[in-house]
Nanobody, 125 residues
Framework: QVQLVESGGGLVQSGGSLRLSCVPSQRTFRTYTMGWFRQAPGKEREFVASISRSGKDTYYAESMKGRFTISRDYALKNTVYLQMNNLKPEDTAVYYC?????????????????WGQGTQVAVSS
């Protein structure tokens, strides 16, 4: 069974940092585009960032540029990371890792084939 397992969420003060991790259950995910999305209560799922299968290309939502960094480590179980700095209360949401079989840096949820269960991030003011 294909799985994406996220971790690293928690409660942090405004201005703080967190690093989220996503570990795929299969080696085939090294050929997938990987992405992070988030969903706040009462809101639609929102694109955060994506990274190409090679790790050389990345794409960010405008409000995350300069604060968030997506990366992937092929040596460590193909783990995908989301480093989040200078967190704000509006970043509070459940964060999801996703995988797309094609090589395009998609920004919409419907283009992704597999999803993790999510990890909660809460930022206090």
């Amino acid at each position: 069974q294909v799985q994406l397992v996220e971790s690293g969420g928690g409660l942090v003060q405004s201005g703080g940092s967190l690093r989220l991790s996503c570990v795929p259950s299969q080696r085939t995910f090294r050929t997938y585009t990987m992405g992070w999305f988030r969903q706040a209560p009462g809101k639609e799922r929102e694109f955060v960032a994506s990274i190409s299968r090679s790790g050389k290309d990345t794409y960010y939502a405008e409000s995350m540029k300069g604060r968030f960094t997506i990366s992937r480590d092929y040596a460590l179980k193909n783990t995908v990371y989301l480093q989040m700095n200078n967190l704000k209360p509006e970043d509070t949401a459940v964060y999801y890792c996703a995988a797309a079989a094609t090589g395009v840096l998609f920004t919409t949820p419907d283009k992704y084939d597999y999803w993790g269960q999510g990890t909660q991030v809460a930022v206090s003011s």
